[in-house]
Every structure is written in structure tokens, then in C-alpha cells.
């Protein structure tokens, strides 16, 4: 599962508590008087995984539906064994069922009914008589699933638990198509077929699915045959001949257009909805390639009969990694166009390297969820490494280090938690993030080969089986030969990082070396950390490898000339909040010397601070033809802070950028720089950044051409009436809050309809500070668009955006209105924001 992580950090940003962590190493002794700090490890109690009394070998199911009702009728025909102890009954997990029969298949004579109780959770059989081990069983169940009635919860991660979705036409969405679509994880396939719903079953599956004509349908595995039926409806089978998890049960029904592509001879399809058939390609035609590379890295080949892409509507979280099936989140239904600003290689790379870690090997149990998530998170490195080049990897890397030092403010818990609240909490930026690091450290550790070798070997051991943590550890130590408890005991099962302090001087031919391990050791362990240093003298660099293992370290090194500068960590591999302070003349050499992207970025991004120097500067506008788009942005960020006279090299480079950059985002941000002042020399570039290929670049025209030609405004943003594409009308949403004009409220009121949920954060927002210069008619009818928004609305962020527009509109009966949204919001999180705004 890919969760949507820009919206998380967008909302995390706001909720950062003061949770500063503590930085005195303590001796180990918790003094009486320092109390314990809220991102401490939290203790919910001990999850095991689940034990199994009777196997699930098989499932089969026939399915029609209610579109009326939202319900699903169906049939499934189960085969189970007995573990280990003879079993005279069975429990099945089977959520909000009417259940019409239940019954032991007899090979020969008709059916015997079954007893059982149902408490609307769990169906509990008695069978006819006492299985062992040696026998198989076979049970009927008939029933009725009901998934809007379904008492249901959502986290953070996956929005709704109720597993079975139907998507219709609304008020609100009067030209959405009609389609169904499933989404079994964590624990939510029992809300549409009777199983045992956890990751440590699987079984093989077959699925009927009975539509109408019209529709296409996508389950797991092969597809056999389609049927046409006498009523105008067509049966569908699927058939999964490789066992699988029973969370990874898949559907999908609706009028999608299939782009048929292969890699080898297994089919990859693609499908969309028919307006964005011609666009397939483009968005996934990655996927063969990727199929490839994942096999050859790996030296496992693909190992399911096909792998299908579906784009759904109003999908619950980011995509799912349904067994050869994967469900994605609209917001990739792009257009060529729009495919220049924003791919989503990394989400699809993050799904498909699933059907290695996650599918063919599964996590136990949700305790075990890094089995999945870090490997599919370290997926989206490897891809960018592979595609793009190293700097690349590490931009993406780096990213989610960041993204879990931000979280790791609020929270530090172990990568295994046996003691999670809920299996949804998993689904954070430990599991994702600071897992994906932590194995690109440990690759680090180990090498590249022995890396991947102990990944083949932990396959093979454990295909189309569960595994622990632990069973990553011996692949690795079979192959290595080494005792890696240490690793994995101080990443996997102890909270935290190091927050790491490093001093370095130089006296009579020797370099010293001071390393502080400054993390608060009552709730983080004292780290053993190989670390590379790079000596740099005027003539060479000398390589180090050191072993940092106590809480205050020092290295000796002779060097027969003082350094011009020594980098620690060069590549930032270490899982840690490192503190190195250097000196101005020490970054410029970093910048100039070093060859990583950590190194050269940090450096950059250092030198803003004294970007008034002259050779600073220069160093800036050299840097703005450095091959990787992310250096040549930061150094246009340092730019923009001069605010001396001696610009012109500077704006004549950054004219050339704005027109010729290759990457969007800096030619967009190049525009945005120039036009942060109304400069009439750069008009006509401004005009052709109105017509640019981008639209992220043709958002940052507008915004800069009106600056310069405030009166064209009309005529300019007519162009664009019609266009839904988030970055432009993000910029004129920002341009009619800015500049007000009653006007235009039909413009915001059409809008919000219009584009997809993900833009809606900034538009919602914006209007809001539209409606807040309104008179207080148009401020009461722009509160009846937000209303609904901020109660119903699927995704979190517009909730919350309208929601706080709403605070600061006039609105009849506000306090209630905002008193029921509150106690009406089902996301915790946002019940924490609330309570502070
Ligand atoms: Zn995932």
C-alpha cells in the first residue's frame, strides 16, 4: 500500500507538537523529576500474531451486486485442513453479512446444513464431525454483504475499513462513473467474502463476477473466460492458482478502457477510464521495464500470471498492492501534459516490488509490516538509482529521512511493534520512510551483492509463505557469514536514532575526530554505526571507515597537512540527526570537492546564508548548471535571498533557465523568480511561459505577467476558464484571493466542482480568503459550498481546509455548525487540529 504522503506532510507540518527531543545523555538512570517524553515508545500491549487451527487452502466465490443498495450477494465454496489438532468447528471472520446458508460440502450426496452462531464479526461453525490433520473440508456459505451498513472506521493511512465500495453519481459529482472496487487491507476482505482475515493465511482463489453487460471486471490472477448470460449480464472467472493472502483479494468493476502491454510473455494491462485510454501508456508504460529490472535485481523472476493497473474513483488511500491486480488512486489519471510536471513512477515501482515483498512473502503479522512497506519504500530508491543515477536515489532517500525525523518529533517507536495501538497505526513513517533507510543502510553495510543475494535467499526460503523480521536476518547472515544482531536488534526492535554531534581539529599532524551520541538513552540505544570520513587536502582526499559504538568517541588520524575540510557521513546514509558545523570557507570546498548529492545539496544550502559574499555568489551561479534539477533549485533559492545591486549575470543566467531548463519545476521556479519584481525586460519571456508545455511553468507566467500587466488580467485568465489542471488554477485561485473581485465568485463555486480532490487543499483555502473580503450575502452562500465539504468530504485535507475556512466566514448558526462538524469528524488527527484552531 502507497499512502498519500504529501498530504500527510502537508497537515504534519501543522502538528508538530514542542516535542523537542532531549538531548542529555542520562547514564541510563531515569532521575525522578525528568518525566517521559510524549514521542516515547507507547506500550498497547502485546499483539501476536494469529494462531491457526484449521488452513485455508482454497477459495471460491460467486458475486453479483445491488447498485441500488450497495450490497453484494455471493456464494463461497471454502476448503480447509485441520493444522495440527483435530478441529470440530471452525471460525470464520465474516463482517455485517446477512448469512442465508451455511453448509458441509458433500463430494457425492446433496449438502449437509451446518450449525453455527454469527455475532455479525465472526461466524462460528460447528462441524459435522472431528477433522484431523489428514482431512480436507469443504463449506457452502451463502449470504448477503452489506457494506454501507457496516459500522466502520478509518486511519490515517487507509481512509474507510468498510472493504467493498461502490461509486455512483452524487449531487455533488453528478458525472461520475459508476464502478466497484474492493480494498482488503488490513483487515477488511471479510467485509465481502467469508475468510480468515489475516495476513499470515493463504490460499489459492477463483472469482466469479456476474455484471452488467457494459462493465469490465479485474480480479487476481489469470482471466479464464467471460460468459454472456441470458439477462443481459456477464460472468466473469478469474482464476489465482498461487497462493496469496486473503487481504489481497482484489475486484474492480467499471467501463474502463484496457491498454494491452506484455513483458515476456505475461500480460500487463493497463486500465483507465475511456478519456484517458490514449494517456495509458504514458502514465504506466514504465511498468514492463520495472517488471524486469525487480526480476533481474532480485534473481526471482515475476512470479504471478499477469499484473494489472486500475484507476479507481474516490479511492481510500494512495494504491494497493492487490496480489497481480494493483489498485491506484485517480489523482494518476493524468495527461501527457500534465505527465510532464508530475509522474508517479515511484508509487507504481512502490506496488509492484509488493508483489515481491508483501505478496509472494508476506509480514505475519501487522507487527511485522516493514517485511512490506520498507522493502516497496526502498523499491522507489532503487528505481530512481536505476532510471535516473545515483543523486537522484539519494534525493528520494533523503526525503524520507526527513519525512521520518518530522514524525519522529511525535513519535518513536520500534520498526517491529508488537505493541501497536491498531494495525492502521503501522502505516506511518517508520514503517515507510525510516524503513526504506534503514535497508539502504544496511545495504550499505553488508554491499551491494551480499544485499542482494540475502533478498534472493529470503525469497526462495520463504516464497508464498509468512515471515518475521527474523527470517530477513538469517538470509543475511546465511549469506554473509556475519552475526548481524546488532543491526537488526538496534534498527528493527529499539526506538529512535542518534542525534549525532561531531567535532573535528587539527594539531601537530593529527586530525581528531570527537563523535557525541547525544540521544536521550533512556529510549534509544547507544548505536553501533560504520560511518565513512572524507579527509580533504589541498592535493587529496583520504577515505576512512570508522565505527562509531559509544556515547562520546574520539578518532586519531595523521595527516601531514591540515585539512581543508573532513565530511563525516558523506552520503547522510546514517539513520540520524547529524550535527557537523563547518565553517563558510568549508562548505564552499564541500560544494567545489565533495561528489555526492548530501554533500554538494547541504553545502548549498549552507551558502544561502552568505550569499552577499562575491565568491559565494559565484559558486551560486556556477551551481546553476549542475546536471541534477534539485541543486540547480536550491541554488536559485540562495539567489533569490541577494538583495545587493550586482544582479545582472544573475538575471541574464536565470532568463536562459526560465526558457531552456529542462526540468519543469526549476523552469517554473526560474519564471517565479524573475517575476517576483515587475520586470518589463523579461515580458516576452513571461508571454511564452503563458503557451510553455508545462503547466507548472504556464502557472508561474501568469502570476509573474500580472505583476507586470496587472490591467490584461481579464483577458489573460479568460484563456484559461476552462482548464482544471491544478497548477493553473492553483495561480489564479492565489491571483483572485490576492487581487479582489466579487466577480469571481462563480469562478471559485465552479472550480471546486470541477478538479480533482487532490488540488482542492490550496483552491479551498484560497477561497476562503476570497470569501473573508466578501460582504456578508456572498460570505453566507460561499459557506453553503464549504459546508459539506468540511463534513463529508472522503479526503481529510479538503475537510480540514474547508473547515477552517469556515472559521473565518460569516455563517448563520456557526457555533453549531462548527460544533457538529467537530464531534462529527472521524479522523483522529484532525480532532487533535481542531481542538487547537
Ligand atoms: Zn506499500
Redesign the pocket.
Known amino acids: ?3 498519500i504522503l504529501f498530504v500527510l506532510i502537508a497537515i504534519h507540518l501543522l502538528i508538530i507538537a514542542c516535542n523537542a527531543p532531549k538531548s542529555a545523555f542520562r547514564n541510563g538512570k531515569k532521575p525522578a523529576e525528568i518525566q517521559k517524553p510524549d514521542w516515547a515508545a507507547k506500550n498497547y500491549g502485546y499483539k501476536s500474531a494469529r494462531n491457526s487451527y484449521s488452513d485455508l487452502l482454497h477459495t471460491k466465490l460467486e458475486v453479483s451486486f445491488d447498485w441500488a443498495k450497495k450490497q453484494m450477494f455471493g456464494k463461497a465454496y471454502l476448503s480447509f485442513k485441520p493444522y495440527f489438532y483435530p478441529q470440530d468447528s471452525l471460525v470464520l471472520d465474516a463482517k455485517g453479512f446477512d448469512i442465508k446458508a451455511v453448509q458441509l460440502i458433500n463430494t457425492k450426496a446433496i449438502n449437509t446444513e451446518l450449525r453455527y452462531t454469527y455475532d455479525n464479526k465472526k461466524l462460528n461453525i460447528k462441524l459435522n464431525k472431528k477433522y484431523t490433520s489428514c482431512d480436507t473440508f469443504h463449506i457452502f456459505i451463502e449470504y448477503v454483504a452489506k457494506p454501507e451498513e457496516l459500522k466502520t472506521s478509518g486511519g490515517e493511512a487507509i481512509t474507510s475499513d468498510k472493504g467493498l465500495f461502490f461509486i455512483v453519481p452524487d449531487s455533488a459529482n453528478p458525472t461520475k462513473p459508476y464502478q466497484i472496487w474492493t480494498q482488503g487491507e488490513t483487515e477488511s476482505s471479510s467485509c465481502w467474502f467469508p475468510t480468515t482475515d489475516s495476513p499470515n493465511e493463504k490460499c489459492t482463489q477463483e472469482m466469479y463476477i456476474t455484471v452488467d453487460e457494459k462493465y469490465k471486471t479485474l480480479s487476481n490472477g489469470e482471466f479464464i473466460y467471460s460468459h454472456k448470460n441470458a439477462d443481459q449480464t456477464r460472468t466473469e472467472y478469474w482464476k489465482q492458482a498461487l497462493p496469496h493472502a486473503t487481504y489481497l483479494f482484489m475486484m474492480a468493476i467499471g467501463e474502463f478502457a484496457v491498454v494491452h502491454d506484455k513483458w515476456n510473455k505475461i500480460p500487463v494491462d493497463y486500465y483507465v477510464e475511456p478519456s484517458h485510454e490514449k494517456y495509458a501508456r504514458h502514465i504506466f508504460g514504465l511498468t514492463p521495464e520495472m517488471i524486469g529490472f525487480f526480476s533481474a535485481k532480485l534473481k526471482y523472476k515475476y512470479p504471478w500470471a499477469k499484473y494489472s493497473s486500475v484507476i479507481v474513483r474516490d479511492y481510500v488511500s ?4 492487490n496480489t497481480s491486480a494493483t489498485v491506484f488512486m485517480d489523482g494518476l489519471q493524468k495527461t501527457d501534459r500534465e505527465l510532464l510536471d508530475e509522474n508517479y513512477e515511484n508509487i507504481i515501482a ?2 509492484l ?2 508483489h515481491w515483498f ?1 505478496d509472494l512473502v508476506t509480514a505475519e503479522s501487522w507487527a511485522h509490516l516493514p517485511l ?2 520498507s522493502f ?2 526502498y523499491a522507489e530508491f532503487m528505481w530512481e538509482e536505476y532510471k535516473r543515477g545515483k543523486m537522484a536515489a539519494d534525493y528520494a532517500r533523503l526525503n524520507d529521512l526527513q519525512s521520518y525525523l518530522r514524525e519522529a518529533e511525535s513519535k518513536r517507536e520500534p520498526l517491529i511493534r508488537f505493541n501497536n495501538k491498531s494495525p492502521d497505526d503501522m ?1 506511518d513513517s517508520h514503517s ?1 520512510a525510516k524503513g526504506g533507510c534503514v535497508l539502504s543502510m544496511l545495504r550499505n553495510v553488508v554491499g551491494d551483492t551480499a544485499f542482494y543475494q540475502s533478498l534472493a535467499l529470503y525469497l526462495k526460503t520463504n516464497e508464498f509463505k509468512s515471515a518475521e523480521i527474523h527470517h530477513l536476518r538469517f538470509a543475511f547472515e546465511e549469506v554473509t557469514g556475519q552475526d548481524l544482531n546488532w543491526f537488526f536488534d538496534q534498527w528493527f526492535m529499539q526506538p529512535g536514532h542518534p542525534d549525532i554531534v561531531v567535532l573535528d581539529s587539527y594539531t601537530d599532524g593529527k586530525l581528531k575526530i570527537t563523535v557525541y551520541q547525544n540521544q536521550d538513552s533512556l529510549y534509544a540505544p547507544i548505536f553501533k554505526l560504520p560511518v565513512k570520513l572524507e579527509i580533504y587536502t589541498d592535493s587529496a582526499k583520504i577515505t576512512k571507515h570508522i565505527t562509531v559504538n559509544k556515547a562520546k568517541q574520539q578518532f586519531e588520524f595523521e595527516v601531514n597537512k591540515k585539512p581543508e575540510l573532513v565530511l563525516f557521513d558523506p552520503e547522510h546514509i546514517l539513520v540520524s540527526n547529524t550535527n557537523h558545523k563547518k565553517t563558510r570557507k568549508e562548505y564552499i570546498t564541500q560544494y567545489e570537492k565533495s561528489d555526492t548529492y548530501f554533500a554538494k545539496y547541504q553545502a548549498l544550502d549552507e551558502m544561502g546564508v552568505y550569499i552577499d559574499s562575491a565568491s559565494v555568489r559565484a559558486s551560486c551561479i556556477k551551481a546553476l548548471d549542475q546536471p541534477f534539477w534539485k541543486l540547480r533549485e536550491i541554488a536559485l533559492d540562495n539567489l533569490e535571498k541577494y538583495k545587493g545591486k550586482d544582479t545582472s549575470e544573475i538575471l541574464t543566467r536565470i532568463s536562459l533557465m526560465a526558457q531552456n531548463d529542462k526540468n519543469t519545476t526549476v523552469r517554473a521556479n526560474a519564471v517565479s523568480f524573475l517575476g517576483k519584481k515587475a520586470r518589463p525586460a523579461f515580458e516576452k519571456i513571461y508571454e511564452m511561459g503563458l503557451k510553455d508545455s508545462s503547466y507548472a511553468v504556464v502557472g508561474a507566467s501568469i502570476l509573474s505577467y500580472l505583476k507586470l500587466k496587472p490591467a490584461n488580467a481579464d483577458s489573460t485568465l479568460k484563456i484559461f476558464d476552462s482548464e482544471t489542471n491544478s497548477e493553473i488554477v492553483s495561480a489564479i485561485s492565489e491571483y483572485y484571493s490576492t487581487h479582489y473581485d466579487s466577480t469571481k465568485y462563480e469562478w471559485f463555486a465552479n472550480k471546486i466542482k470541477a478538479i480533482k480532490p487532490e488540488s482542492l487543499f490550496f483552491l479551498v483555502q484560497d477561497f476562503g480568503t476570497f470569501l473573508l473580503k466578501s460582504n456578508a450575502n456572498l460570505q453566507q452562500q460561499g459557506a453553503t459550498i464549504l459546508l459539506p465539504l468540511a463534513e463529508k468530504s472522503p479526503f481529510e485535507w479538503v475537510r480540514y481546509s474547508a473547515y477552517k475556512s469556515l472559521i473565518i466566514v460569516g455563517l448563520k448558526s456557526k457555533e453549531q455548525n462548527l460544533k457538529r462538524i467537530k464531534e462529527g469528524e472521524r479522523s483522529e488527527r484532525l480532532r487533535r487540529l481542531y481542538k487547537n484552531l
Do not use: P
Open positions: 500500500m502507497r499512502v494512495g494504491a494497493m498492492e512502490h506496488e516490488f509488493h508483501g512490506n512497506e516497496a519504500t502505516f515507510y
